[in-house]
Structure formats: C-alpha cells, structure tokens
C-alpha cells in the first residue's frame, strides 16, 4: 500500500528525529528508575514536549512522576500514552548474555524506556503534522507511572483525566508487530484484617475471640465459592497474620486476597460476594474486620477499529529490516533457552490458542529468532492472565493498542533478554516503527470522520451502556 505525499511527511520527520529519540530511550534505560519513581524519566520527556511547543500539566492526579502534554485546540482530542517504569531485579548490559549491571539493581525488563519515547515521538511528530497541514485537533501525551506496581492510569481514570478523549493509542514493545485485540484480566488485591480478644488459650479460652479463627472460616468460604464463579475468575489467598504464639487466643489476624475475573463488572461482583464471606465469618466468631483494597486495574476492552488502522499504518510502513549483527545477537540469546527459533513459535501458538490460520501465519516467519513482518491482529478472543492499567484507561475512552518487536521470539517477558535488547539498535528498530504505526494511525482518526465515528460506536456497544467502576477506593491516595 503505498503511502501518500502528505503522510510520507510525518515518517520522514520521524526518520529525520530518529537519534534524539533513541538517545533519549537509552538515557532512560540507562537510568531505570522502579514505580512511582520515575523522575528522571517523567522530567526527561515532559522537557522534551515543553521545548516542542506542548503545554505540561504536571502532578495530574497527585503523582509527582505523572504529567499530560497538550498541543493544539479543539476536537478531535487524540492521546499517546507512556510509561517508564522498570522492574526490580533486571539490571543487565546490552549484551547477549546474562550479565548485570548492577547487581540486583532495576533494570527496562518490560521495555517501557521504549514504550514512553515512541509515545513521545509519535505525539512530536503528529503535532508537526497537524501544524504544517493546518488541521484542527488536539494531540496529547499522557505521562504514566507505576504501570507495573500501583497503576498511575487508575489514578488518572478515577480523577476523570481521560473521559474528554475521542481515541487513545497505546503501545508497548514485543517479540511480534502486531495490533492486539485481546482483552486482559481485571484484578483487585485486598486485604482483611480480623480484630478479636485476647485471652490465655488453656486459662481463659471462653474469654477469648480468635481472629486467626475468622481468617480460616473466611478461607473455608472462599474456597466453596470457586465453584461458584465463571470460568477464568482466579481467587488466591495467603494469611500474613496468623497470630504470635499457640497459648495466645489471636488478638488480630489478617489475609490477603487477589482476585482475578475476565471482566470489570464481574470481578466487583465477585469481591461483593467475598465481602460477604469476610462478613459472615466475623459474625461467626464475634470479630470485626476492615479491608483494605491494595490496588485494581480493571480489565481491557481493546478497539477493534482502531487496531485495524494500526495494522494498515504497519503495512504501509513495511517490515523492520535487521542486519546480520542484531540477528546474532537476538540468535545468541534464544540459543540460551532451550527451544529452537520455530519451537519458540510453536509456544507462542499454545499460548495464544491460536487458530489454523493464524497458526500458519506465524510458522511461515519462523525461522530467525526476530520477527520482522507485519502481522495482523492474531488474539482476537483472547484474554491475556496478566493485568494492566490500560484496561482503565480502555473502559472510559476508545483504545487501540499496538506491539512492535524489540525482543527476539524466546522472549520470557519481565527478564534480562528484553533489558539486553531495549538497551541496543534491535529496541531502537522496535521504537521508530511504533512511533510510525502510531502517528500514521493518528493521521487517519484526525481526517477521517467516518472513521473516528465507527470507533466511537464500537466502544459504545462494547461498553453497552456500563459506566467506569474504579476497582480502588476514592479515599485512596497514589504514594509520593
Ligand atoms: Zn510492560
């Protein structure tokens, strides 16, 4: 499909800004700063779109490492998303073996150095775009913290940040160039602490009212409602507090709990009915309890339409092309693991469940250990176990979700092969070709009506007339 004049613009800018963008992603690899501590990270980029022309917001929703970049005026109002937070644990060099650079430092295990800057390109780019054409519209950029430990999208969602938004596009670095039409999981974690008496456990037991007894009925109940849920909803449980010592009658007692369910509404249904059984098992033993909810990202509702645009920009761009280096380095690393190039392919395909078709499609490329074609979206149906805060951000705005390879196929996820990747020209590759796929998707949603039109009805009948729930409370604070 071949490109036109005026979209050819915005890739040449992007090709033409391409090593201050790659500089900026290794500033910040180089830099890997954990959840909700991403200051660096957050200053680094919100600097950046301040001397680009964007008015910042900083500190949205209370969070020091948060901040929304806005140029432009007037509808439609289009958003890219970042993040830049690190995980424990995955300091590693950019090289193909396993090897830190600081030991049991943080490292970018999941990509989001990645992740943010091709949000911030694509967002740089777009607003070049809108200006030299002269057509109306407003881009922003939604700096978000903590997606891997607290969740800055919840925040942001429950303050209402992103309900005057007609689309967001999402991204985030692969082993595959892939529009996603899965669905993730929606999960809430809390815990519930049992308050009783004191007593002498041999002296004075009818004195006494266990906590650590509330906790077990509380289990023994959680336990009968498993069968009692939908297929795919997870309850898992484990007491942090049991009591101190055997001759003491457990004064307090408390459980942790993580719920996991397919959909938003079902889970708030299921932590009710679990609620419940905290209830109940207090009434039984004459305690009291308190839950505190820990965090709870709701589950994703990715746009179709809008997916189907990302995979026309990726088309139009073509596929990555490696050279003979970045194929031996990413060779290296999966002749780590114990698969070969087409048994990587072949989990893939168990995982994902994948169908004949999209089955084939995927071992006709599996031979190099990068995945460098384009392909369609292969997960439609799918929901993924883990979670995320784009399923907030999904439930109140029309989102598209996209993934490009920065990772060879032996990729496990959170691990030192995406640090070592994301660190060198193969994350590189990955970035430029998001920030493309996602300013050329953009392009099309600010010019065609029709089209902005038919995703907006998509979200309407996904959501079919449900309104956004925060799985956490309102009292509840993001740390500083
Ligand atoms: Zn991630």
């Known amino acids: 499909m071949a490109v036109d004049e005026k979209k050819k613009a915005l890739l040449n800018w992007l090709d033409e800004n391409a090593a201050d963008f790659f500089r900026m992603a290794d500033q910040i690899w180089e830099n890997p700063e954990i959840s909700w501590e991403e200051v660096f990270a957050s200053g680094l980029q919100a600097d950046y ?36 937070d690190a995980l424990p644990g995955l300091s590693q060099v950019n090289e193909p073996v396993k090897k830190a650079v600081v030991e ?16 911030v390109a694509a967002a740089a780019a777009t607003r070049k775009w809108l200006e030299a054409n002269n057509i109306s519209g407003t881009v922003r950029y939604y700096g978000t913290p903590a997606e891997e430990m607290g969740g800055g999208k919840v925040f942001m969602a429950r303050e209402g940040l992103f309900s005057d938004l007609d689309a967001a596009l999402t991204y985030h670095p692969s082993f595959i160039n892939m529009p996603s039409k899965a669905s993730t999981v929606a999960v809430v974690s809390s815990s519930f602490r049992f308050n009783g008496k004191s007593s002498h456990a041999g002296g004075a037991p009818h004195l006494g009212r266990s906590a650590l007894d509330a906790v077990e ?23 942090t507090n049991g009591g101190q010592a ?9 459980v942790d709990y993580i719920l996991r369910a397919e ?9 009710d009915r679990l609620r419940n059984i905290a209830k109940g098992a207090a009434l039984m033993t004459d305690t009291t ?39 031996a380095f990413a060779q290296q690393i999966n002749d780590t693991f114990e698969a070969t190039n087409s048994g990587y392919i072949e989990q893939r395909i168990d995982t994902l469940k994948l169908g004949k078709q999209a089955a084939d499609t995927l071992r006709a490329h599996s031979d190099k250990p990068l995945l460098s074609a384009n392909f369609q979206a292969i997960d439609e149906g799918i929901v ?16 598209g979700a996209l993934e ?29 070709h998001a920030a493309k796929a996602l300013a050329l998707t953009a392009a099309v949603l600010y010019t065609d009506k029709k089209t902005l039109e038919k995703v907006r009805e998509e979200f309407e009948e996904q959501m079919d007339g449900k309104t956004y729930t925060p799985l956490i409370p309102e009292e509840m604070c993001p740390p500083q």
């Open 289 to 327: 309890f308190e839950e505190t909810i820990k965090s709870g990202y709701a589950s994703m509702v990715s746009n179709h339409a809008i997916a189907d645009l990302m995979y026309q920009a990726l088309e139009e761009i073509g596929p990555i092309q490696y050279t003979n280096d970045e194929l």
């Open 404 to 432: 490009t390879v920065c990772f060879p196929t032996c990729s496990p996820g959170h691990s030192w092969v995406n640090t070592a990747c994301g660190g060198m020209s193969i994350g590189h590759k990955g970035l430029v």
């Open 217 to 239: 009925l509380m289990n023994v109940g959680a336990n009968y409602l498993r069968e009692h849920v939908l297929d795919g909803t997870r309850i898992h449980y484990v007491i």
């Open 263 to 271: 959909k938003l509404d079902y889970l708030l249904d299921v932590a």
């Open 104 to 119: 049991g430092g943080p490292g970018h295990g999941c990509g989001h150095h990645i992740l943010g800057v091709a949000s």
């Open 384 to 399: 993924y176990k883990g979670a995320t805060d784009v399923g907030d951000l999904s439930q109140v705005v029309p989102t």
């Open 49 to 84: 779109l301040e001397s680009e022309g964007f008015s910042i917001t900083r500190n949205p929703a209370g969070m020091r490492t948060a901040f929304i970049a806005e140029w432009g005026t007037g509808k439609p109002v289009l958003a890219f998303i970042g993040e830049y």
């Open 246 to 254: 055997a001759n003491i009658v457990p004064e307090t007692a408390e």
